[in-house]
């Protein structure tokens, strides 16, 4: 892989557009965005339903084609990229976590996590793809679950198998689709003490979420509404997973003691 130039956002948009044709209506999902994410980021988008926050995620994962402006991906210009040029450059810039957590039932937590590189030019060698799976896992604290299928995992751990998929081919950029919308407080907290982790270790996030508290452990949210952006802030006090697990550790033995 060729090394990124540090001196670019990993994402810039100008004046990005995204118009949906529904028979003879046009749907006007993103209207004009202009906004660059530096790398080191961790940027949460919010927004009510309609609000175009996800045909923005899926534009940004290079799922959905602009219809106008410019979207640049690591310095590459994605407008006009053929099917086969994007899913190359999803592959090689961009890792996904999902909601669902989209794993295959019946492989093991390794092997979903070796994936991804079944489809990497040039392809990578079985040694290197255990190799590199077995680390990803190990960084997500689950090197003592790489035989277990996904139905023998709680919720938090599936999700942990996702992070672990999404890093495994060292992207550029990992972009989460509402990724504690299925989990429970404490785990949900767990994983964004993961996503803060891994921010803090230089990685770039963007995650879409409707939850404002979980927002709060971005650096950055940046609010939409009709196609457009409304608000972006940076936040300099941002909620801190380390110290809330801690918090709910306590709050838990005063109720074992009460």
Known sequence: MSTPNTSQPVIQLRELTKTYQTGEVKVKAVRGVTLNIERGEFVAIMGASGSGKSTLMNTLGCLD??????YLL??????GLNRKELAKLRNKKLGFVFQGFNLLSRTTALENVELPMFYTHPLVSLRER?????AALQRVNLGDRL?????????GQQQRIAIARALVNRPELVLADE?????????????MGLFQELNNAGITLVMVTHELDIAAYCKRIVVMRDGLVISDTRYKNRRSAVAEIALLDQAEQKAQLA
């Open 65 to 70: 084609q602009p219809t106008g402006g410019d």
């Open 147 to 155: 035989a277990h299928h996904p139905s023998q995992l709680s919720g």
């Open 74 to 79: 690591d310095g590459v210009a994605v407008a």
């Open 130 to 134: 255990r190799e590199r799976a077995v």
């Open 179 to 191: 990724p504690t919308g299925n989990l429970d407080t404490r785990t949900s907290i767990e994983i």
